[in-house]
């Protein structure tokens, strides 16, 4: 039974941190990029972070760059946000995404989501 889990979120005051995690079970964790979306109120999903299979390739959205990171640890079939210097635009739903990369990943697996976490940023 595949499974993707968020966890970490909470309230937090301007300028605090927060660190997300996001444990996998049920598939490959190995063989998938992974990736860190937001929902913020009224608006559409947005992707804020990516990592590949490896950990080899990082990107962010403009937004994000140089406040939030993104790690992995395919041992314990779990990514990290890391969420620095937040600030009450960043108030969202945030999700986890795993997205097959390898050939037999694709054939075998899907795309699987998260259920999200809350993240408050407010005084």
């Known amino acids: 039974q595949v499974q993707v889990v968020e966890s970490g979120g909470g309230l937090v005051q301007p300028g605090g941190s927060l660190r997300l995690s996001c444990a996998a079970s049920g598939f490959t964790f190995s063989s998938y990029a992974m990736s860190w979306y937001r929902q913020r109120p009224g608006q559409e999903r947005e992707l804020v972070a990516t990592?590949?299979?490896?950990?080899?390739?990082?990107n962010y959205a403009d937004s994000v760059k140089g406040r939030f990171t993104i790690s992995r640890d395919n041992a314990k079939n779990t990514v990290y946000l890391q969420m620095n210097s937040l600030k009450p635009e960043d108030t969202a739903v945030y999700y986890c995404?795993?997205?097959?990369?390898?050939?037999?990943?694709?054939?075998?697996?899907?795309?699987?989501w998260g259920q999200g976490t809350q993240v408050t940023v407010s005084s």
């Open positions: 995404k795993a997205v097959p990369t390898t050939l037999a990943a694709r054939i075998n697996g899907r795309p699987y």
């Open positions: 990592i590949t299979s490896a950990g080899g390739s990082i």
